[in-house]
């Protein structure tokens, strides 16, 4: 990683903020000892923190901010808040003092902050919010997860590109393969839009990758590496999944719990549950990105520990280390070239 790697920090994001943050930078720094750190917050609460630390304290910079967005504040109230540590924190974006920033606060400020202060990349109509889900197959790449409920066919072609980058840099997949949510496999499912798009899509650079369509339940059967859909039907899929998994959990513990002999099965796999547990972790899956902006933006999520915190930091130095925003540049590019010459012909 470059040794002029820096990120932004609103440290006052987060159900357990300030707290959380520092010492999930503190577990961070120690997997990148050559980034750098801007944390943004109340000094008074900050600096105490910080002491205690033993290497972050060395790769950061504090920055008093005055005001709070406080995790149910409408975004249209967050806007006007010029002093608050996530403002601060992207601005130090825009100004160019760091190439990324991470917020574990409100979600719909942040958003609604990093595309008015750093707005989108040239080419981008709307920016996609991308995060990695768990599957049979491995890991999966799901966008938008929120940002757009009003979309078009362009846009999900936009997505598809993002998506299909980002699950190069964050899976580490040559060749990852894309699939457009709809409520059927075949060809002539859905509406005008999800069509325009998947004919789009099959005269593009990925058009090798492109699957076609596929449904719900290939989500989580881990049919394609990207599933590519609107904010709306995203959100709604993301939080079935994470009720669906908390659903799992839970019944697991009560048939282990359930009597003597339970009790004794449970030594015999506990084994197995454990790996389980660590492959289902919520905390491994932390960290969504706002593909698509002037700047590397991650959202970790409200309620995540320390180490949930540390891995959304992962991917937020991840995204930097690997340029990603100039292969976003490059990718759409020749997506251009390509439905260009597709008219022309």
């Known amino acids: 990683m470059s040794r002029n790697t820096i990120l932004a920090v609103d ?106 202060v750093l707005k989108t990349m040239p080419g981008i109509d709307r920016p996609a919010m991308a995060a990695i889900a768990p599957s049979a197959r491995g890991d999966v790449v799901l966008l938008d997860l929120g940002a757009n409920v009003v979309y078009d066919s362009r846009n999900l072609v936009e997505f598809a590109v993002m998506g299909e980058l980002f ?20 060809e ?13 899509l099959r005269e593009s650079p990925i058009a090798k990758q492109f699957h076609g369509f596929v449904e719900g339940h290939d989500i989580a059967g881990g049919t394609v590496d990207v599933v590519v859909t609107d904010g709306f039907t995203g ?10 998994l908390k659903l799992v959990g839970g019944l697991i513990k009560d048939v282990f719990n359930a009597g003597p002999m339970a009790k004794m099965g449970y030594l015999f796999a506990r084994g197995g549950l454990r790996r389980l547990r660590e492959t289902l972790d919520p905390r491994r899956y932390n960290g969504a990105v706002f593909l698509g902006l002037n700047g590397v933006v991650v959202k970790s999520h409200g309620g995540a520990d320390a180490q949930g915190f540390a891995h959304a930091v992962d991917v937020a130095l991840d995204m930097l280390a690997n340029d990603f925003n100039q292969r976003i540049r490059e990718g759409l590019a020749a997506m251009d070239q390509a439905i260009l010459a597709g008219s022309e012909g």
Do not use: C, W
């Open 167 to 186: 699950a190069k840099v964050a899976l580490g997949l040559p060749a990852p393969t894309v699939g457009l949510l709809n409520i059927g496999s075949e």
């Open 11 to 116: 440290a006052m994001g987060g159900d357990q903020a300030p707290e959380m943050v520092i010492s999930g930078l503190e577990i961070a720094v120690l997997r990148h000892p050559q980034a750098k750190f801007l944390i943004y917050g109340d000094l008074a609460r900050l600096q105490p923190l910080l002491a205690k630390t033993k290497k972050l304290k060395s790769q950061s910079s504090l920055f008093h901010a005055a005001e709070v967005i406080s995790g149910d504040m409408k975004p249209t109230v967050a806007l006007r808040l010029r002093d608050s540590s996530l403002r601060r924190a992207i601005d130090a974006v825009l100004n160019g003092q760091a190439q990324g920033v991470i917020s574990a606060g409100n979600t719909g400020a942040l958003l609604a902050l990093s595309k008015i």
């Open 235 to 244: 959100n709604v899929a993301l939080k079935t999944g994470e009720g669906a």
């Open 188 to 200: 002539g499912k859905g509406d005008e839009i999800l069509r325009n798009a998947a004919a789009t």
